[in-house]
């Protein structure tokens, strides 16, 4: 008897969905709880498991169109394997053997593994998308198959030396087209309307990080031994960023049609580029938070965004957030509002740089910081208030540790 699967019941700030991947196709056998589709939304990527041992009967919805919540995507049987899916899985593992065989015994391969070797729906894509010929990718999956891990771990190794490039015919001028995903296109309407809908302004300075580089140097091993995590530059300026949104309101508050809407709590979003674009999950009250929760909740969401795996309430809400630019060596920039919040931290790339100091010239690692505020609500006292307190509270590092 078929059973019907359905799409994921989605959250109320998600109209619905797009099929993304079907990794199983009919007649294809599937185990309870593995992966069988992926739908993407406009924040995250949701997985549709097998509800049993059984096969795909039939698709309903095809990878690109669109779904509402709960609706009927597939039809399943359960128990059910059919007769050409255990052949042909049969002939594969059959024809995969002939070759390792043949290999081992020294004589040259039938085919080789990765070609023998059935691949999925999602591997296929994968392997095109890339551009990596099959036979390139060493599989470890059942019977030699390539899984979408080995074509990611394939793409990350060090290119071999490049031979001669081929010679391309006066004109030919290649032009690859795909559609833009969900997210990526979420994420172009949220941008241009937060440069269309609000009076946008950045403003600038810069912090000596010589002090908390130095307390980083002397705590990091002793820190990461007390509570299991490696003591970054992110944890100081989420928690001088919550003592400075305490100072200035207005920084933690947003606009809600006429109203002002001041936050009596501290979440900070702190932006993590991830494989489908830029996410930005939140800490929740911040205020609360000690330096090593912060951390290893920063680094539990970059995993969580390297796999796939941030949910829609790892992003939901959200007062204030902090981007870091410096990690892929950006000097300068003027970071864009997360809408509904009204202003945003840029982080930057450490440079050495000589300084004045006391009329004499040190060479010292200086970070520029952006603010970038909607000056409807934040005036330019508040929204340069803000910064220099972020600024002075990092150089004095005592002064943020002892809450003065």
Known sequence: ???????????????????????KQPGEAVSRDEVICDIETDKVVLEVVAPADGTIASIIKGEGDTVLSNEVIAQFEEGAVSGAAQTEAVQSEAKVEQAVVQTEAGAAPVVER???????????????ESGIPAADVAGTGRGGRITKEDVANHQTKPAAPAAAPLSVAVGERVVKRVPMTRLRKRVAERLLAATQETAM??????VNMKPIMEMRAQYKDAFEKRH???LGFMSFFVKAATEALKRYPAVNASID???????????IGVAVSSERGLVVPVLRDTDRMNYAEVENGIR??????????????????????????GTFGSLLSTPILNTPQTAILGMHKIQERPMAVNGQVEILPMMYLALSYDHRLIDGKEAVGFLVTIKELLEEPAKLILDL
Do not use: C
């Open 257 to 267: 049609g006429d109203d002002i809407v001041y936050h009596g709590y501290y979440d």
């Open 228 to 230: 299991g995590a490696r």
């Open 1 to 23: 008897m078929a059973t019907e699967i359905k799409a994921p019941v989605f959250p109320e700030s998600v109209a619905d969905g797009t099929i993304a991947t079907w990794h």
């Open 114 to 128: 990765a070609q023998v070797a059935d691949q999925a729906p999602a591997v296929r894509k994968a392997l095109t």
């Open 201 to 206: 302004l950045t403003t600038f300075n810069e």
């Open 300 to 325: 539990d969401f970059a995993y969580k965004a390297r796999d796939g795996k941030l949910g829609i309430e790892d992003m939901t809400g959200g007062t204030f957030t902090i981007t870091n630019g």
